[in-house]
């Protein structure tokens, strides 16, 4: 904007086309910033420049100016924010709840009393026990705790899971308890219990001493269902204690080592219980079991082989040979005798053995579930259930002697204070936000402007900007046109006071020719012949055939509105 310079074309954006258009600004320059010029005066001049520019003068006010540049600017961000507002909206709620949630996490800030830090130290005790409870029954700790571990198992569900899973593979239907003896070795074991007793009466030490083996193996899944259900009490205690002791962790350390000592004492008990259990069906054989009763106490019990025997045995092969004519061999009756002692022996341990072991199978399965209900009711009532009532007495028993502790222990860090008084006054600045983004209907009723709305907008201003300015040059074209060639070399007046002229100066014409048309109306009127029609744009006719500046020739130059004399071209180009 320098003196000299021409920027018209690249305000009109006819070198590099811009969107939204150019806007000129005259700024103060060092000198004037060294004089201490104020801004409403570096305002003025700029006026004052754009309006005297022979150029940018006939620009209009939509391409030059500080004042146009702030509007168009205040109308592209009015624009941007009725476009991103939803956008803007969403954020801040979501910002709010992030805040609120933090604001929770922190709790409230810490008393100054020490009954109120003792009674603060029992509501987190009470919070702890509750969450605890809640989540071995099966409710999640929070919202933000059941979308970490979504869908898994967690709580009672998790532990009763466990119970499904204890001697799975000992109760299939196609397991047996023999498979790993053989026929041999259980006759040995008949044999060997018999003593010096009379031989095929088989002592029940037999019994005992094959079951005993197989029951000893139920032991160690029981111990580890019983410490496998103790790690995730643990677990789930540490990790609402960290949930609920987050802003004193010293004393929450202290609180979990009662927590883990009660839970340990509760667990040697329940071991104990489950260890007697096994121990009771491992030295001790009983049963009611109504189907052993029945089908398994027989002495020699007879088997279906037996009876087969027994209707297609020996006489059906003597038939047969007669059927067949011929002769009976001899019999020795000796041999006969000594074969059928043999084979007496040989079905007499056999049944032994086979009855035996269907009695141990039979037996096991009954012990394998009786104990598969047992343990579990054990573990859950003696352990789980019982560390759920005793946690929380025992916890405000400790309490009761960490008084002092509590005094002392309970201060935040100056860190915590300065974070929780942050974060109040930005939950504080975000609802006010909210507030006069939801309260306003007009600016609800502007979301979802684009910056197509902008665009037009500004085009639409720009062309009624044109159009003003189109006017105001032809009305000063007008009065141009109209003005007597000597103008006093005066200062240059402006386009009102022009147009007050001009009226006046109308007014004055109207009055002249109407004096000689009252004059007329009184004489007679003597014959007339037809003027010559005026030519288009020329001024009326008035009586005698002049103009009543007829008398001033018309001249070949005229002054502008600064008083310099210039020849003007009027066309539809120029302006």
């Keep these: 904007m320098d003196k000299g310079t021409n920027a018209k074309k690249s305000l009109m954006g006819q070198e590099v086309p811009l969107r939204l258009g150019y806007v000129g600004v005259k700024l103060r320059s060092q000198q004037d910033i060294i004089d201490k010029k104020n801004v409403q005066q570096a305002l003025e001049d700029e006026r004052q420049y754009f309006a005297k520019h022979p150029v ?32 803007i909206i969403k954020e801040i709620n979501e910002r709010i709840k992030e805040v609120t949630e933090r604001l929770t996490e922190l709790g409230t800030p810490m008393p100054e009393e020490p009954s109120e830090k003792l009674q603060m130290a029992w509501s987190m005790v009470m919070e702890f026990c509750t969450n605890f409870k809640s989540a071995i029954a099966g409710k999640a700790i929070s919202h933000k705790d059941r979308k970490e571990r979504g869908k898994h198992m967690q709580g009672g569900a998790q532990i009763k899971m466990m119970y499904y899973h204890l001697y799975k593979e000992f109760s299939k239907s196609d397991y047996k308890v023999t ?56 677990d789930l205690a540490n990790t609402i204690q960290g949930h609920c002791f987050a802003r004193f962790p010293q004393f929450g350390e202290e609180i979990m080592e009662k927590i883990l000592e009660v839970m340990q004492e509760e667990r040697e008990k329940a071991r104990y219980l489950v260890e007697s259990i096994i121990d009771s069906e491992q030295t001790y054989m009983f049963t009611n079991d109504p189907e052993y009763l029945i089908n398994r ?12 025997e027994e209707k297609t045995g020996a006489p059906g092969e003597e038939k047969k040979e007669e059927s067949k004519g011929l002769p009976a061999p001899p019999k020795d009756k000796a041999k006969e005798k000594k074969d059928k002692e043999k084979v ?29 209900d047992s343990i579990p009711k054990i573990i859950g009532n003696f352990l789980v259930r019982s560390v759920q009532n005793k946690l929380q007495i025992e916890l405000f028993k400790r309490l009761g002697e960490m008084r002092d502790a509590v005094n002392r222990g309970f201060g935040e860090p100056a860190g915590i204070i300065q974070e929780r008084k942050a974060l109040n006054a930005q939950l504080e600045t975000l609802r006010k936000a909210d507030r006069v983004l939801t309260r306003d209907p007009e600016i609800v009723s502007l979301i979802g402007a684009t910056d197509d709305d902008l665009l037009y907008e ?25 003005t007597p060639p000597e103008m006093p070399k005066e200062s240059p007046k402006s386009a009102a006071e022009i147009l007050k002229e001009k009226e006046e100066q109308q007014r004055r014409t109207a009055a002249s020719m109407a004096k000689p048309a009252q004059e007329e109306r009184k004489q007679p009127s003597p014959p007339q012949t037809k003027p010559p029609s005026p030519q288009h744009g020329a001024p009326p006719s008035v009586p005698g055939g002049q103009h ?22 009027f066309d539809q180009n120029t302006f």
Excluded: W
Aim: net charge positive; hydrophobic share 35%; proline share 5%.
């Design 56 to 87: 940018y003068s006939s620009m209009g006010l939509g391409y030059v100016g500080t004042s146009t540049l702030s509007n168009k600017l205040t109308k592209i961000l009015y624009t941007h924010i009725k476009h991103n507002l939803p956008e």
């Design 297 to 308: 106490t027989d002495i020699v019990p007879e088997t279906k082989a037996e009876k087969k």
């Design 548 to 569: 009543p500046q007829a008398a001033a020739p018309k001249p070949s130059a005229t002054s502008n509105l600064f008083g310099q004399k210039k020849n003007l071209t």
């Design 458 to 482: 500004l085009r639409k201003e720009t062309a009624e900007d044109k159009l003003n300015n189109k006017n105001q040059k032809k009305d000063e074209r007008e009065i141009l046109d109209r």
């Design 179 to 234: 498979e790993n003896y053989d026929d041999d070795l259980m006759s040995n074991a008949i044999l060997l219990h018999e003593g010096d007793s009379m031989p095929g009466f088989p002592s029940a030490d037999v019994f005992v001493s094959l079951i005993q083996p197989q029951i000893e193996k139920l032991k160690l899944p029981a111990m580890d269902l019983l410490q496998e259900v103790y790690n995730y009490m643990e």
């Design 344 to 372: 007496s022996l040989k079905k007499s341990a056999k049944i032994f053995v086979l009855e035996l072991r269907t009695r141990l199978d039979t037996y096991f399965r009954i012990v394998v579930r009786n104990i598969r």
